[in-house]
């Protein structure tokens, strides 16, 4: 079990806030850093203000080692897919080949108003474009050119440069979506994530997973499957509730759907979603200035999973 590290800067964080987690990430074990892809706060002021996801990752890449680091998800209205595979190729080949794009439709309309992005209303088309020109671009040989002509993206002749540091930069798909989202994940992504999800609707989002990619003739072993939860763990009761009160909510709300607790409590949740089929869990830490919640998952819930 893979336990990665998941951050919200947009609820407040500079990007010195987000060093030293990621540094914090690194040195205590954890599989990876990520971050949200959002610009507008949700119910705080969000001061220091916003950090934009690839900026920060690109940052990220010079002064980290060994994480991976990714984005839970970026957004398909914040940039044109030729620009986003330019980004990500380029802090892919800044980090040495330690880049993943986590990529969906965007849903937040009031970040979209703040900063004039356009918002349609209609955005799996876009995503699944994305989808394709992104990777088409990544996958396009040396020498060759890439060109793609569809209902909201037309690429003529390009280049395809730069390219990634690996082979192939993983890509992730994500949502609790019936239909469409399974059969985007099954063409395209080696990682499908269900993110804050009801427990029991966990088996029923993954088998989804598994018969679209039966359906196009993919293995589904070929995809890593994985969830994202709130993380809210502490030695004990004391803490539990003194770390729940600074991310404004209650300890019996996070028992029930998220990572809380106490290790023990926390390390039994965490194989209680592995043994409903999830290989990787992403622990979005709220607090970002309480590096010892990191130090305390490292030394007291990891160890149990092993």
Request: hydrophobic share 40%.
């Amino acid at each position: 079990m893979q336990l990665r590290i998941f951050t919200e800067p947009q609820q407040g964080a500079s990007y010195d806030d987000l060093l030293a987690v990621a540094k914090a990430t690194e040195e205590l074990g954890f599989d990876a850093f990520f971050r949200s892809d959002h610009y507008l706060a949700m119910g705080t002021d969000g001061l220091p203000g916003p950090t934009d996801a690839w900026t920060t990752l690109a940052g990220l890449a010079r002064e980290t080692s060994r994480i991976r680091l990714g984005t839970l998800v970026s957004s398909a209205t914040f940039r044109h897919p030729g620009v986003l595979a330019i980004q990500v190729a380029q802090v892919d080949q800044m980090s040495g080949g330690r880049v993943e794009l986590g990529l969906g439709t965007g849903w937040y309309a009031e970040e979209h108003a703040a900063y004039g992005i356009p918002f349609p209303a209609k955005r799996f088309g876009m995503l699944e474009e994305q989808l394709e020109v992104v990777t088409g671009l990544w996958h396009t040989p040396a020498g060759q050119t890439f060109s793609f002509t569809g209902e909201h993206y037309q690429l003529t002749d390009s280049p395809a440069l730069p390219k990634p540091a690996q082979p192939q930069v993983p890509v992730l798909v994500g949502g609790h979506g019936k239909r469409r989202t399974p059969a985007l994940a099954a063409r395209f992504a080696s990682e499908f994530n269900i993110a804050f999800p009801q427990l029991g609707d966990i088996p029923a989002g993954f088998a989804r997973v598994h018969q679209a990619c039966q359906d196009i003739g993919r293995d589904p072993a070929d995809l890593t499957y994985s969830v994202a939860l709130v993380a809210c763990v502490g030695a004990d009761e004391a803490e539990v509730g003194r770390r729940a009160a600074a991310i404004g909510r209650e300890p019996a709300e996070l028992r029930e759907n998220g990572v809380a607790g106490t290790p023990a409590e926390a390390a039994a949740r965490i194989r209680e979603v592995q043994e409903m089929g999830a290989e990787r869990v992403y622990l979005q830490i709220l607090d970002l200035a309480d590096l010892d919640h990191l130090d305390l998952i490292a030394r007291e819930v990891a160890p149990q999973l092993s």
